[in-house]
Nanobody, 117 residues
Framework: QVQLVESGGGLVQAGGSLRLSCVVSGTIFSLYVMGWYRQAPGKQRQLVASITGGGSTNYADSVKGRFTISRDNAKNMVYLQMSSLSPEDTAVYYC???????????WGQGTQVTVSS
């Protein structure tokens, strides 16, 4: 059974930084494109960043230059380093694993990030 568990959310002041982590178990981690999504109240869930098994990355325009996604295939971990945070980044952040060929999706339970002004 594939499981994703996020950690690292919390409350931070505007301009601050946070690092989110997600550990994946129950599958061959390197076969999955890993992504971080976020959902603010009243809004749809949106992709923040993604990274392939080989390390190619993709970012939403709103976070380019501020967020960095990375992964450690040996540890089955994916990270999201967030800096220069603003209140607009406040949301529940979800870790996602999508099989590179089967496109099967798995989700974590989400972690709250709140940025105060």
């Amino acid at each position: 059974q594939v499981q994703l568990v996020e950690s690292g959310g919390g409350l931070v002041q505007a301009g601050g930084s946070l690092r989110l982590s997600c550990v994946v178990s129950g599958t061959i981690f390197s076969l999955y494109v890993m992504g971080w999504y976020r959902q603010a109240p009243g809004k749809q869930r949106q992709l923040v960043a993604s990274i392939t098994g080989g390390g190619s990355t993709n970012y939403a325009d709103s976070v380019k230059g501020r967020f960095t996604i990375s992964r450690d295939n040996a540890k089955n971990m994916v990270y999201l380093q967030m800096s220069s945070l603003s209140p607009e980044d406040t949301a529940v952040y979800y870790c996602n694993a999508r099989h590179y060929r089967l496109f099967t999706d798995y989700w974590g339970q989400g972690t709250q990030v709140t940025v105060s002004s």
